[in-house]
C-alpha cells in the first residue's frame, strides 16, 4: 500500500469517528430543550433533517464528481437480475421440496390371534 493509500485510509478511519462523536452530540443539542413529551418527536425530527441532509449531500457529490454512462449501469443491473432470478428459482424449489410430503406408509396388516 503506498503512503497516499494510508493516508487516505487514516483520514476516513478519522472523520468516520468523527463523525460517529459528533452525530450523539447532535442528537442531545436539538433535543435538549423539549419536554419529555415531546422527545420523541424531537428526535424523529432531528433524524429526519440530518437524513434529508446526507440526500442532498451525497446527490451534490455524485452531480460534481458526474454520473456513470448508461452501459456502465445496465450491465451490473442485468448481473443483478440474473442473481435475483436464480435465487428466487432456489429458494421456491427448497419450499417446494420442504412441503412435498411423501405417502405415509401402508398400516401393517393385523396378526391374526392365535389360540
Not at 11 to 19: F, H, N, T
Not at 78 to 84: K, L
Not at 97 to 110: E, H, K, Q, T
Amino acid at each position: 500500500m503506498t503512503i497516499a493509500c494510508t493516508g487516505a485510509a487514516l483520514l476516513w478511519i478519522i472523520l468516520i469517528g468523527g463523525v460517529g462523536l459528533a452525530l450523539p452530540s447532535f442528537t442531545i443539542a436539538a433535543i435538549r430543550t423539549l419536554p419529555p413529551q415531546l422527545l420523541a418527536t424531537g428526535i424523529g425530527a432531528q433524524t429526519m433533517f440530518r437524513q434529508i441532509g446526507a440526500t442532498l449531500g451525497i446527490g451534490a457529490f455524485v452531480a460534481i464528481l458526474g454520473t456513470p454512462t448508461t452501459s456502465d449501469i445496465l450491465t451490473p443491473f442485468d448481473n443483478t437480475r440474473r442473481f435475483m432470478i436464480a435465487a428466487a428459482a432456489a429458494a421456491a424449489a427448497a419450499l417446494a421440496l420442504i412441503l412435498i410430503r411423501r405417502p405415509a406408509p401402508a398400516p401393517a396388516a393385523p396378526a391374526a390371534a392365535t389360540a
